[in-house]
Protein backbone atom coordinates (compact mmCIF):
# COMPACT_ATOMS: atom_id res chain seq x y z
CA UNK A 1 0.00 0.00 0.00
CA UNK A 2 1.70 3.35 -1.42
CA UNK A 3 0.21 5.95 0.96
CA UNK A 4 0.60 9.51 -1.03
CA UNK A 5 0.74 13.75 -0.51
CA UNK A 6 2.57 13.06 3.20
CA UNK A 7 3.81 16.29 2.22
CA UNK A 8 0.21 17.91 2.96
CA UNK A 9 -0.28 15.95 5.95
CA UNK A 10 -0.14 18.55 8.74
CA UNK A 11 -2.37 20.76 6.43
CA UNK A 12 -4.90 17.87 6.09
CA UNK A 13 -5.16 16.91 9.44
CA UNK A 14 -5.19 20.47 10.77
CA UNK A 15 -8.26 21.08 9.01
CA UNK A 16 -9.87 17.28 10.34
CA UNK A 17 -9.13 18.97 13.56
CA UNK A 18 -11.09 21.87 12.45
CA UNK A 19 -14.41 20.00 11.00
CA UNK A 20 -14.27 17.88 14.04
CA UNK A 21 -14.54 20.61 16.53
CA UNK A 22 -17.13 22.28 14.13
CA UNK A 23 -19.24 19.19 13.74
CA UNK A 24 -19.15 18.68 17.68
CA UNK A 25 -21.74 21.84 17.69
CA UNK A 26 -24.15 20.75 15.27
CA UNK A 27 -27.24 17.56 16.11
CA UNK A 28 -26.35 14.20 15.83
CA UNK A 29 -27.91 12.13 12.83
CA UNK A 30 -28.68 9.02 14.45
CA UNK A 31 -32.35 8.49 13.83
CA UNK A 32 -34.36 9.46 10.72
CA UNK A 33 -34.77 12.58 9.71
CA UNK A 34 -38.50 14.42 9.11
CA UNK A 35 -39.58 15.54 6.26
CA UNK A 36 -38.42 19.29 6.79
CA UNK A 37 -35.08 18.31 7.97
CA UNK A 38 -34.65 16.03 5.09
CA UNK A 39 -35.54 18.45 2.29
CA UNK A 40 -33.20 21.31 4.05
CA UNK A 41 -30.27 18.31 3.55
CA UNK A 42 -30.92 17.39 0.47
CA UNK A 43 -31.18 20.67 -0.86
CA UNK A 44 -27.83 22.23 0.80
CA UNK A 45 -24.09 20.90 -1.16
CA UNK A 46 -22.71 17.90 0.26
CA UNK A 47 -20.34 18.85 3.22
CA UNK A 48 -21.99 22.29 3.55
CA UNK A 49 -24.70 24.17 5.07
CA UNK A 50 -25.40 26.48 1.40
CA UNK A 51 -27.41 25.48 -1.64
CA UNK A 52 -25.48 24.18 -4.79
CA UNK A 53 -24.59 26.27 -7.51
CA UNK A 54 -26.49 25.12 -10.74
CA UNK A 55 -24.08 25.78 -14.02
CA UNK A 56 -26.12 27.03 -17.51
CA UNK A 57 -23.60 24.44 -18.38
CA UNK A 58 -25.48 21.73 -17.24
CA UNK A 59 -29.08 20.35 -18.80
CA UNK A 60 -31.64 18.08 -16.79
CA UNK A 61 -32.60 15.09 -19.09
CA UNK A 62 -35.11 12.38 -18.26
CA UNK A 63 -32.94 9.39 -19.26
CA UNK A 64 -34.21 5.88 -18.45
CA UNK A 65 -37.72 4.91 -16.76
CA UNK A 66 -38.48 8.66 -15.67
CA UNK A 67 -34.63 8.97 -14.75
CA UNK A 68 -33.69 12.38 -14.36
CA UNK A 69 -30.00 13.10 -15.17
CA UNK A 70 -27.61 16.48 -15.15
CA UNK A 71 -25.66 16.14 -18.37
CA UNK A 72 -22.45 18.06 -19.35
CA UNK A 73 -21.32 17.58 -22.91
CA UNK A 74 -18.18 20.04 -23.50
CA UNK A 75 -17.37 21.09 -27.29
CA UNK A 76 -15.17 18.14 -27.62
CA UNK A 77 -16.41 14.53 -26.65
CA UNK A 78 -13.95 11.79 -26.66
CA UNK A 79 -15.77 9.52 -24.18
CA UNK A 80 -19.19 9.21 -21.48
CA UNK A 81 -18.51 9.38 -17.78
CA UNK A 82 -21.65 7.70 -15.82
CA UNK A 83 -21.37 9.21 -12.41
CA UNK A 84 -23.42 8.28 -9.09
CA UNK A 85 -22.94 10.97 -6.61
CA UNK A 86 -22.78 10.43 -3.03
CA UNK A 87 -24.60 10.87 0.41
CA UNK A 88 -25.07 7.68 2.17
CA UNK A 89 -27.48 6.14 -0.60
CA UNK A 90 -29.84 9.24 0.99
CA UNK A 91 -29.01 12.89 0.21
CA UNK A 92 -26.88 14.21 -2.46
CA UNK A 93 -28.01 15.03 -5.85
CA UNK A 94 -27.08 14.89 -9.69
CA UNK A 95 -27.27 18.84 -9.76
CA UNK A 96 -24.86 19.05 -6.15
CA UNK A 97 -21.87 19.31 -7.91
CA UNK A 98 -21.80 21.12 -11.07
CA UNK A 99 -18.81 22.77 -10.86
CA UNK A 100 -16.98 19.74 -10.21
CA UNK A 101 -18.44 18.17 -13.52
CA UNK A 102 -18.14 20.60 -15.41
CA UNK A 103 -14.39 20.92 -14.82
CA UNK A 104 -14.06 17.32 -15.35
CA UNK A 105 -16.17 17.70 -18.63
CA UNK A 106 -13.57 20.19 -19.64
CA UNK A 107 -10.65 18.66 -18.76
CA UNK A 108 -10.96 15.19 -19.73
CA UNK A 109 -13.64 15.68 -22.82
CA UNK A 110 -15.96 13.67 -21.78
CA UNK A 111 -19.51 13.73 -21.71
CA UNK A 112 -21.05 13.62 -18.32
CA UNK A 113 -24.32 11.94 -17.15
CA UNK A 114 -24.77 12.36 -13.17
CA UNK A 115 -27.83 10.76 -12.44
CA UNK A 116 -30.73 10.91 -10.04
CA UNK A 117 -31.77 7.76 -8.40
CA UNK A 118 -34.00 7.42 -5.63
CA UNK A 119 -33.17 8.08 -1.93
CA UNK A 120 -33.95 6.16 1.17
CA UNK A 121 -35.52 6.17 3.11
CA UNK A 122 -38.37 6.77 0.65
CA UNK A 123 -36.75 4.51 -1.64
CA UNK A 124 -34.80 1.75 0.38
CA UNK A 125 -33.14 -0.63 -0.99
CA UNK A 126 -33.04 -2.14 -4.25
CA UNK A 127 -34.73 1.59 -5.90
CA UNK A 128 -31.28 3.10 -6.18
CA UNK A 129 -29.42 0.14 -7.22
CA UNK A 130 -32.27 -0.32 -9.65
CA UNK A 131 -32.36 3.30 -11.49
CA UNK A 132 -28.55 3.19 -11.68
CA UNK A 133 -28.70 -0.05 -13.64
CA UNK A 134 -31.61 1.37 -15.73
CA UNK A 135 -29.52 4.79 -16.75
CA UNK A 136 -26.49 2.25 -17.12
CA UNK A 137 -28.51 0.45 -19.79
CA UNK A 138 -29.45 3.39 -21.55
CA UNK A 139 -26.39 4.72 -22.05
CA UNK A 140 -25.07 1.42 -23.71
CA UNK A 141 -27.81 1.53 -25.76
CA UNK A 142 -27.56 5.56 -26.71
CA UNK A 143 -24.43 6.68 -26.14
CA UNK A 144 -23.50 6.51 -29.54
CA UNK A 145 -26.33 8.43 -31.23
CA UNK A 146 -26.91 10.71 -28.10
CA UNK A 147 -22.56 11.68 -27.90
CA UNK A 148 -21.45 10.12 -30.85
CA UNK A 149 -19.12 7.36 -29.00
CA UNK A 150 -19.25 4.37 -27.13
CA UNK A 151 -16.42 4.85 -25.58
CA UNK A 152 -17.62 4.81 -21.54
CA UNK A 153 -16.56 4.94 -18.52
CA UNK A 154 -18.32 5.11 -14.92
CA UNK A 155 -17.49 5.67 -11.19
CA UNK A 156 -18.93 7.95 -8.21
CA UNK A 157 -18.07 9.09 -4.23
CA UNK A 158 -18.43 7.15 -1.48
CA UNK A 159 -22.38 5.79 -1.94
CA UNK A 160 -21.90 6.80 -5.31
CA UNK A 161 -19.04 4.75 -5.97
CA UNK A 162 -20.72 1.70 -3.93
CA UNK A 163 -23.81 2.04 -6.57
CA UNK A 164 -21.05 2.04 -9.56
CA UNK A 165 -19.48 -1.17 -8.53
CA UNK A 166 -23.19 -3.25 -7.73
CA UNK A 167 -24.00 -1.95 -11.59
CA UNK A 168 -21.31 -3.03 -13.16
CA UNK A 169 -22.00 -6.31 -11.62
CA UNK A 170 -25.99 -6.56 -12.63
CA UNK A 171 -24.39 -5.83 -16.06
CA UNK A 172 -22.54 -8.28 -16.17
CA UNK A 173 -24.78 -10.76 -14.03
CA UNK A 174 -27.97 -9.97 -15.65
CA UNK A 175 -27.55 -8.46 -18.86
CA UNK A 176 -24.18 -10.19 -19.94
CA UNK A 177 -22.74 -7.12 -20.53
CA UNK A 178 -18.86 -6.84 -19.60
CA UNK A 179 -16.96 -4.44 -21.53
CA UNK A 180 -19.52 -2.15 -21.94
CA UNK A 181 -17.52 0.16 -19.76
CA UNK A 182 -14.00 0.70 -19.94
CA UNK A 183 -13.20 1.94 -16.39
CA UNK A 184 -14.05 2.57 -13.09
CA UNK A 185 -13.26 5.68 -10.76
CA UNK A 186 -14.33 4.92 -6.77
CA UNK A 187 -14.00 7.04 -4.82
CA UNK A 188 -13.95 6.03 -0.66
CA UNK A 189 -17.22 3.78 -0.98
CA UNK A 190 -18.31 1.42 1.27
CA UNK A 191 -18.01 -1.81 -0.24
CA UNK A 192 -19.06 -3.82 2.89
CA UNK A 193 -22.28 -2.91 4.79
CA UNK A 194 -21.96 -5.76 7.07
CA UNK A 195 -18.65 -3.38 8.15
CA UNK A 196 -15.18 -3.99 7.80
CA UNK A 197 -13.27 -3.78 10.59
CA UNK A 198 -12.38 -0.23 10.08
CA UNK A 199 -15.81 1.14 9.71
CA UNK A 200 -16.43 -0.61 13.31
CA UNK A 201 -13.09 0.15 14.80
CA UNK A 202 -13.81 3.86 13.60
CA UNK A 203 -15.44 5.23 16.77
CA UNK A 204 -16.74 8.58 17.66
CA UNK A 205 -14.91 10.77 15.45
CA UNK A 206 -16.82 13.07 13.47
CA UNK A 207 -15.48 13.42 10.39
CA UNK A 208 -18.01 13.64 8.29
CA UNK A 209 -18.74 10.36 8.35
CA UNK A 210 -17.79 7.58 11.56
CA UNK A 211 -19.00 4.02 12.76
CA UNK A 212 -22.61 5.55 14.54
CA UNK A 213 -23.43 7.58 11.37
CA UNK A 214 -22.78 4.42 8.68
CA UNK A 215 -24.93 2.00 10.97
CA UNK A 216 -27.58 4.78 10.65
CA UNK A 217 -27.26 4.95 7.17
CA UNK A 218 -27.64 0.98 6.23
CA UNK A 219 -30.39 0.79 8.37
CA UNK A 220 -32.11 3.42 6.05
CA UNK A 221 -30.97 2.66 2.83
CA UNK A 222 -31.69 -1.79 3.70
CA UNK A 223 -34.16 -1.06 6.82
CA UNK A 224 -34.59 -4.33 8.73
CA UNK A 225 -31.53 -6.15 7.34
CA UNK A 226 -28.97 -8.04 9.63
CA UNK A 227 -25.32 -7.61 8.99
CA UNK A 228 -25.27 -10.97 7.53
CA UNK A 229 -28.16 -10.42 4.80
CA UNK A 230 -26.29 -7.54 3.96
CA UNK A 231 -23.37 -9.85 2.85
CA UNK A 232 -25.30 -10.41 -0.20
CA UNK A 233 -23.50 -9.38 -3.03
CA UNK A 234 -25.92 -7.11 -4.77
CA UNK A 235 -26.45 -5.25 -1.46
CA UNK A 236 -22.14 -5.80 -0.39
CA UNK A 237 -19.69 -6.17 -3.41
CA UNK A 238 -16.99 -6.89 -1.58
CA UNK A 239 -18.66 -10.48 -1.72
CA UNK A 240 -18.99 -10.47 -5.50
CA UNK A 241 -17.34 -12.40 -7.91
CA UNK A 242 -15.31 -9.83 -9.24
CA UNK A 243 -14.42 -11.18 -12.91
CA UNK A 244 -14.58 -9.32 -15.95
CA UNK A 245 -14.70 -6.02 -14.36
CA UNK A 246 -12.93 -3.17 -16.01
CA UNK A 247 -9.39 -1.95 -15.28
CA UNK A 248 -10.36 0.51 -11.65
CA UNK A 249 -8.64 3.36 -9.87
CA UNK A 250 -9.77 3.38 -6.21
CA UNK A 251 -8.89 6.31 -3.60
CA UNK A 252 -9.37 6.58 -0.18
CA UNK A 253 -7.91 8.57 2.83
CA UNK A 254 -5.80 6.84 5.87
CA UNK A 255 -8.47 8.84 8.36
CA UNK A 256 -11.72 7.23 6.53
CA UNK A 257 -13.44 4.61 7.84
CA UNK A 258 -14.37 2.64 4.72
CA UNK A 259 -10.80 2.47 4.20
CA UNK A 260 -10.57 -1.19 4.74
CA UNK A 261 -13.22 -1.16 2.22
CA UNK A 262 -10.99 0.18 -0.66
CA UNK A 263 -8.08 -1.80 0.27
CA UNK A 264 -10.24 -4.85 0.06
CA UNK A 265 -11.82 -3.99 -2.97
CA UNK A 266 -8.57 -2.96 -4.66
CA UNK A 267 -6.79 -6.59 -3.89
CA UNK A 268 -9.79 -8.90 -4.73
CA UNK A 269 -10.48 -6.40 -8.27
CA UNK A 270 -6.48 -6.82 -8.87
CA UNK A 271 -7.01 -10.37 -7.93
CA UNK A 272 -10.21 -11.27 -10.46
CA UNK A 273 -7.50 -9.98 -13.31
CA UNK A 274 -8.30 -6.60 -13.98
CA UNK A 275 -5.84 -3.62 -12.97
CA UNK A 276 -6.01 -1.27 -10.35
CA UNK A 277 -4.47 2.01 -9.61
CA UNK A 278 -4.63 2.71 -5.66
CA UNK A 279 -4.43 5.72 -3.84
CA UNK A 280 -4.47 6.04 0.08
CA UNK A 281 -4.39 9.95 0.94
CA UNK A 282 -1.87 10.64 4.14
CA UNK A 283 -4.46 11.86 6.57
CA UNK A 284 -7.68 11.95 4.42
CA UNK A 285 -11.02 11.94 5.95
CA UNK A 286 -14.13 10.44 4.19
CA UNK A 287 -15.45 12.99 1.52
CA UNK A 288 -12.11 14.67 1.55
CA UNK A 289 -12.35 16.03 -1.79
CA UNK A 290 -15.64 18.16 -0.80
CA UNK A 291 -13.35 21.02 0.93
CA UNK A 292 -10.45 23.58 -0.72
CA UNK A 293 -7.73 21.20 0.56
CA UNK A 294 -4.38 20.69 -1.25
CA UNK A 295 -4.68 16.89 -1.60
CA UNK A 296 -8.75 17.77 -3.19
CA UNK A 297 -6.63 19.99 -5.77
CA UNK A 298 -3.95 17.30 -6.38
CA UNK A 299 -7.13 14.24 -6.67
CA UNK A 300 -8.64 16.53 -8.81
CA UNK A 301 -6.09 16.14 -11.32
CA UNK A 302 -5.00 12.67 -10.56
CA UNK A 303 -8.94 12.24 -11.77
CA UNK A 304 -8.90 14.07 -14.62
CA UNK A 305 -5.32 12.01 -15.82
CA UNK A 306 -7.30 8.84 -15.17
CA UNK A 307 -10.12 10.19 -16.93
CA UNK A 308 -8.75 11.47 -19.84
CA UNK A 309 -6.93 8.21 -20.47
CA UNK A 310 -8.68 5.35 -19.51
CA UNK A 311 -10.35 2.98 -21.84
CA UNK A 312 -8.80 4.35 -25.24
Wanted: charged residues 25%; glycine residues 8%; hydrophobic residues 40%.
Amino acid sequence: MKITDEDCLAETLAFNKEYETTAATRPARDETPDAAVLATLRANRLGGDTPPVRLPQGRDRVIADGITARVFVPDRVDGVYLHFHGGGWTFGSADGQDERLWRLAEQTRLAVVSVDYRLAPEHPFPAGPDDCEAAARWLVDHAATEFGTGRLLIGGESAGAHLSVVTLLRLRDRHGLTGAFRAAQLLFGPYDLSMTPSQRSFGSKQLLSNTDTLRWTYELFTPGVSAEQRRDPDVSPLFADLTGLPPARIVVGTEDPLRDDSLFLAARWQAAGAPVQLGVVAGAMHGFTLYPLTVTEREERRQWQFLSTAGR
